[in-house]
């Protein structure tokens, strides 16, 4: 039958292989702005040999991940938070996120991203107590598979343990 996992390369075949990662990042910040850079893998690998055991199918490329953002003190009770997210894998063309999140009254939070050449997202969020937010997500695509979505929706619960008090925050999280 198609579809069927005895005939999906990847279960035709009894692998007991070990693929170790290892990745590196840096993270800057300061009251106003935050800048990172990271690799979750330096390691290559590939898992799946096709059904004559030939040719590899499925593995693990280096990624590399840029991300950054400042926030601008517009007025005491509003910020603006534009922020961005560079992704970058060998054979692939670099994906960027471009952001924008608003906070009012260190409580509303709202926000927009564009993601280029795939989908636009937009959140709020509500600070119930000082370490509880509660929010929604929306993400609708741009690609041709939004011919068969109609995009997703998350609704978070966010606790902040707090658990470094007296410590300075990145400003990653208004």
Do not use: C
């Not at 170790?20 to 106003?32: K, Q, S, V």
């Not at 995009?151 to 658990?163: C, Q, R, V």
């Amino acid at each position: 039958e198609s579809g069927d996992a005895s005939t999906d390369p990847a279960y035709s075949q009894n692998i007991n292989e070990t693929y170790p990662t290892l990745g590196a990042g840096a993270f800057l910040f300061t009251n106003n702005y935050y800048l990172g850079l990271s690799t979750p893998n330096f390691l290559q690998s590939k898992h799946l040999n096709d059904a004559n055991g030939i040719q590899r199918i499925g593995g693990e490329e280096i990624h590399l991940y840029l991300t950054g953002g400042y926030v601008f003190k517009v007025s005491q009770s509003l910020k603006v938070k534009p922020s961005f997210l560079l992704r970058t894998v060998a054979g692939s063309s670099a994906m960027v996120d471009l952001s924008a999140n608003f906070l009012y009254l260190n409580r509303f939070e709202a926000g927009v991203s564009y993601r280029y050449d795939d989908s636009i997202s937009a959140l709020m969020s509500i600070g119930i107590t000082t370490n509880l937010k509660f929010g929604y997500a929306y993400d609708y695509t741009t690609t041709n598979l939004g011919n068969y979505t109609s995009g997703t929706h998350e609704i978070f619960l966010l606790y902040n343990l707090d658990l470094f008090k007296g410590h300075n925050k990145s400003p990653r999280f208004f």
